[in-house]
């Protein structure tokens, strides 16, 4: 299995920044593409921002041109930068990845979560 970690949350005001970090860990795997999901209370889960091992990049509609994400594949991270967030930016986020472990087996984690409140 793969465990992932994510860091970085907490308050902020309207237009302000946050990163948020993801970490993988296991014995033997390799990432196929990790992207950021986030939920806010009585609503679906939806997808922000993912990336694969390969580069190719998507992002949700609500935060193109304000979110980037980055990966680190060497150290199994990934990161979000959220640059001028809204209130409707709060929301529990939640990494998660796609892996190949032991060269053979597609495997799907989630994080635990970080959560995300802006004030406005």
């Known amino acids: 299995q793969v465990q992932l970690v994510e860091s970085g949350g907490g308050l902020v005001q309207a237009g302000g920044s946050l990163r948020l970090s993801c970490a993988a860990s296991?014995?033997?795997?390799?990432?196929?593409?990790m992207g950021w999901y986030r939920q806010a209370p009585g609503k679906q889960r939806e997808k922000v921002a993912s990336?694969?091992?390969?580069?190719?990049?998507q992002y949700g509609d609500s935060v193109k041109g304000r979110f980037t994400i980055s990966m680190n594949n060497a150290k199994h991270t990934v990161d979000l930068q959220m640059n001028n967030l809204k209130p409707e930016d709060t929301a529990i986020y939640y990494c998660?990845?796609?892996?190949?472990?032991?060269?053979?087996?597609?495997?799907?984690?989630w994080g635990r979560g970080t959560q995300v409140t802006v004030s406005s």
């Open positions: 296991g014995s033997d795997f390799s990432i196929i593409a």
């Open positions: 998660n990845g796609d892996f190949v472990l032991f060269q053979e087996y597609e495997y799907d984690s």
């Open positions: 990336i694969t091992s390969a580069g190719s990049i």
